[in-house]
């Protein structure tokens, strides 16, 4: 599967956006997804993971509350929508797609396609 991310850009702090990734390919509905992120400097960093109906997610202790994916299987369309964000939100966002039985996996190599990332700029 292919994956296009989008929906970056610059907002404040407490502000929201909501990232989407778009999927080519016949298997998405087959597969886990999920978001990491990379900061400047430091390394990527899982965000949050779906399962392939959706019906379980994953987070990062310190987007609990604040993000939430969701799917929709019939777009082929993964999204994270970010509430409240933060400065330290800052981050280059990369969509991943993975085999379904590691829907909950917060290791990079557990995902196979990648997105090309959108870049999230929050400001203080």
């Known amino acids: 599967v292919q994956l296009q991310a989008s929906g970056g850009g610059l907002v404040q702090a407490g502000g929201s956006l909501r990232l989407s990734c778009a999927a080519s390919?016949?298997?998405?509905?087959?597969?886990?997804m999920a978001w990491f992120r990379q900061a400047p400097g430091k390394e990527r960093e899982f965000v949050a993971s779906?399962?392939?109906?959706?019906?379980?997610?994953n987070y990062l202790d310190s987007v609990k509350g604040r993000f939430t994916i969701s799917r929709d299987n019939t777009k082929n369309t993964v999204y994270l929508q970010m509430n409240s964000l933060k400065p330290e939100d800052t981050a280059v966002y990369y969509c991943a797609s993975g085999l379904p039985l590691k829907w909950s996996s917060l290791f990079q190599s557990d995902y196979d396609s990648w997105g090309q990332g959108t870049l999230v700029t929050v400001s203080s």
């Open positions: 390919g016949r298997s998405f509905s087959d597969r886990a």
């Open positions: 779906i399962s392939r109906r959706g019906i379980s997610t």
